[in-house]
C-alpha cells in the first residue's frame, strides 16, 4: 500500500472516531449546559472520559496518517467527521436530520473536497524548526485568546479556537513523528521534547474549547471545528513546511471557492431548528437573601419572615 493511500485509509477511521466523540461531548454539553461550564464536574462524569478516550484513540490514528502523508492532504480527510457525527446525534436525539442540516453538511464537505482536490505531495520530509514551532504557537494561543475571551458566548467562536488549536497540534505532531523516526538523530532531542509538550497543551485546550462550544448545538460547532482545523494546519504546511497546492494559480481558486462554500454551508447549519433553539442556557436566578442569614434557634426561618414581609 502506497504511502498517501495509507494515510487516506488511517484518516478515514479517525475521523469516524472523532464523530463519535463528538457527539457523546454534545450530549454532556447540553445536560451541563443550565449549570454553565464546571471543570470537576466533567471529570467525575463517565461520559466525558468516554469522550476523552475516543479523542484520543483519534488523534493516534491521525497521527499515524501524518507519517504517511502531506497536512495539505490528511486535515481535510477530517471532513468525514461532519459527514457521521450529524446523523449519529439526530438518532441518539430521537429525531430525523433537517433538510437544512443535510444541505449545510453537503455544502460543507463539497467545499472541503474541493479543497482536498488541491492536496498533493510526497510523505512529509520537511518538519518545523524548534524557532518555528515556537513562534506559531505563540501566535495561535494569542488568536485564540481573542476568540475565547472571558465573557463570550460559547459558540462559533470557541468551535473556531478549537479547530485552530486541533489544526496547530496537527502540524506539530507532523514535525515531532517525522524528527523522532528520523534513525539520524537523536529520538528524545530538546526540540522533539519541547514540541511534544506544546502539542499536549494544544490538544487538551482545543478539547475544552470544542466541549464549550457544543452547547450551542453539535452541527454548526463541529463544521466550524473541521473546517477551521485543515485552515489553519495548511497554512502552516504551506507557509513554513514548503507543501504546495496542486494546479498552481487554478488550484488555488479551486481552493478558495471551497473555502467560500464550505463556509456557506456552515451558515446553513447555524439556521438549523437545532442551533436555532440552542443557546446560552436561561440565567440562573441569584440565591435568596435569606441563604445567607443565620437562623435562630426558636426563631421562625429568614426565608418565612421574608416571605411574611411580602406577603
Do not use: C
Request: glycine share 12%; net charge positive.
Amino acid at each position: 500500500m502506497s504511502a498517501p493511500l495509507l494515510a487516506v485509509v488511517l484518516s478515514l477511521v479517525s475521523a469516524a472516531a472523532y464523530a463519535a466523540a463528538a457527539v457523546a461531548q454534545e450530549r454532556l454539553a447540553t445536560r451541563l449546559a443550565d449549570s454553565g461550564p464546571r471543570l470537576l464536574r466533567l471529570l467525575g462524569s463517565g461520559a466525558w472520559w468516554s469522550a476523552v478516550g475516543l479523542n484520543a484513540a483519534a488523534a493516534l490514528l491521525h497521527v499515524a496518517a501524518l507519517k504517511y502523508g502531506p497536512l495539505t492532504l490528511v486535515q481535510p480527510l477530517g471532513a468525514l467527521t461532519l459527514v457521521a457525527a450529524v446523523p449519529l446525534g439526530a438518532r441518539l436525539a430521537g429525531r430525523r436530520v433537517t433538510r437544512l442540516e443535510w444541505r449545510g453538511t453537503g455544502l460543507t464537505l463539497i467545499g472541503l473536497g474541493a479543497l482536498l482536490l488541491t492536496a498533493s505531495g510526497p510523505a512529509p520530509e520537511d518538519t518545523l524548526t524548534l524557532p518555528e514551532a515556537v513562534t506559531v504557537a505563540a501566535v495561535t494561543a494569542a488568536v485564540i485568546g481573542l476568540l475565547s475571551r472571558p465573557g463570550t458566548r460559547p459558540g462559533l467562536r470557541h468551535a473556531t479556537a478549537s479547530g485552530f488549536a486541533s489544526g496547530v497540534a496537527s502540524a506539530l505532531t507532523q514535525t515531532v513523528t517525522v524528527a523522532a523516526t528520523d534513525t539520524s538523530g537523536p529520538l528524545l532531542s530538546g526540540r522533539v521534547v519541547v514540541v511534544a509538550l506544546l502539542v499536549a497543551a494544544f490538544a487538551v485546550g482545543g478539547l475544552l474549547l470544542s466541549q464549550t462550544a457544543y452547547r450551542g448545538g453539535l452541527g454548526a460547532p463541529l463544521a466550524v471545528v473541521t473546517l477551521a482545523n485543515p485552515v489553519a494546519a495548511s497554512v502552516i504546511g504551506v507557509a513554513l513546511l514548503g507543501e504546495r497546492l496542486r494546479g498552481g494559480a487554478g488550484g488555488i481558486s479551486l481552493a478558495v471557492a471551497g473555502a467560500a462554500l464550505a463556509a456557506y454551508g456552515v451558515v446553513l447549519l447555524t439556521r438549523s431548528p437545532r442551533a436555532a433553539a440552542a443557546g446560552p442556557g436561561p440565567v440562573a436566578a441569584p440565591p435568596a437573601v435569606a441563604e445567607y442569614l443565620p437562623s435562630i434557634p426558636g426563631q421562625p426561618e429568614p426565608a418565612e419572615v421574608l416571605a411574611a414581609h411580602r406577603g
